[in-house]
T-cell receptor, first 113, second 116 residues
C-alpha cells in the first residue's frame, strides 16, 4: 500500500491564485516525520519543510503554509498568491522512526501568467 | 555551507556497460542514502549506509551494488546497464541513522544517467 498519497497529479492555476496541494499519509509509528520538497525542472530536490508527529502546529513561511492534521493523516501545503516561479513538481514525503523516505507520487503545479 | 556533492552530474552509457556514481556527504554526516527517480516518477529508495555498514535496503536490483568508504563517501556501482536504468539518482546524507539528527536528511543535486 502506498504510504504517501498525493491524489492531485497536476494542477494548473493562474498567477496570484491560491493553491492547495494535498498529502495523505499512512503509518503505524507514533513517531514520524513529514516533509515537502519542491522539484523544479532542473531536477534538484529543494527542501521546504519538516514536521514531526508531535507538532501539529500549522506553519506559515511567506506565501507558503502547511496544515498538519493527525486526525485525518493529512499534511497539506498551500501557496498563496502563486507565482510563475512556483511551477514545479511538489513531493510530500514520510519518514518513520528510523528509516528511509517514502515519497508521494508528486503533484505537478503549473502557474500561468 | 557545504552540501552533498554528487559526481558526475550527467552520465551517458550504453546498454550492458557499467557505471559508477559517487556521493560525498556533508562533512560529519555518517549516513548516506541512495534514491532512484525514473522519468515522471517519485524517488524510490535503493539502499543506505551508516558508519560504512549497510543499514537498510530497498528496491535495489542485484546488478547494482554500493558501499560507503572510510571517509564516508559512497559509490553506487551499476553493471549490465539496461534502458530502464535511465533515471535521476539522488544521494542524501544525514548525521546518524536514528534520532533527531537523522531527520536532517540533505539531498544532493542528483546524477542524471542516460542509458542508450
Amino acid at each position: 500500500a502506498q504510504k504517501v498519497t498525493q491524489a492531485q497529479t497536476e494542477i494548473s492555476v493562474v498567477e496570484k491564485e491560491d493553491v492547495t496541494l494535498d498529502c495523505v499519509y499512512e503509518t503505524r509509528d507514533t513517531t514520524y516525520y513529514l516533509f515537502w520538497y519542491k522539484q523544479p525542472p532542473s531536477g534538484e530536490l529543494v527542501f521546504l519543510i519538516r514536521r514531526n508527529s508531535f507538532d501539529e502546529q500549522n506553519e506559515i513561511s511567506g506565501r507558503y503554509s502547511w496544515n498538519f492534521q493527525k486526525s485525518t493523516s493529512s499534511f497539506n501545503f498551500t501557496i498563496t498568491a502563486s507565482q510563475v516561479v512556483d511551477s514545479a513538481v511538489y513531493f510530500c514525503a514520510l519518514r518513520e522512526n528510523f528509516n528511509k523516505f517514502y515519497f508521494g507520487s508528486g503533484t505537478k503545479l503549473n502557474v500561468k501568467p | 555551507a557545504a552540501g552533498v556533492i554528487q559526481s558526475p552530474r550527467h552520465l551517458i552509457k550504453e546498454k550492458r556497460e557499467t557505471a559508477t556514481l559517487k556521493c560525498y556527504p556533508i562533512p560529519r554526516h555518517d549516513t548516506v542514502y541512495w534514491y532512484q527517480q525514473g522519468p515522471g516518477q517519485d524517488p524510490q529508495f535503493l539502499i543506505s549506509f551508516y558508519e560504512k555498514m549497510q543499514s537498510d535496503k530497498g528496491s535495489i536490483p542485484d546488478r547494482f551494488s554500493a558501499q560507503q568508504f572510510s571517509d564516508y563517501h559512497s559509490e553506487l556501482n551499476m553493471s549490465s546497464l539496461e534502458l530502464g536504468d535511465s533515471a535521476l539518482y539522488f544521494c542524501a546524507s544525514s548525521l546518524g541513522w536514528v534520532g533527531a539528527g537523522a531527520n536532517e536528511q540533505f539531498f544532493g543535486p542528483g546524477t542524471r544517467l542516460t542509458v542508450l
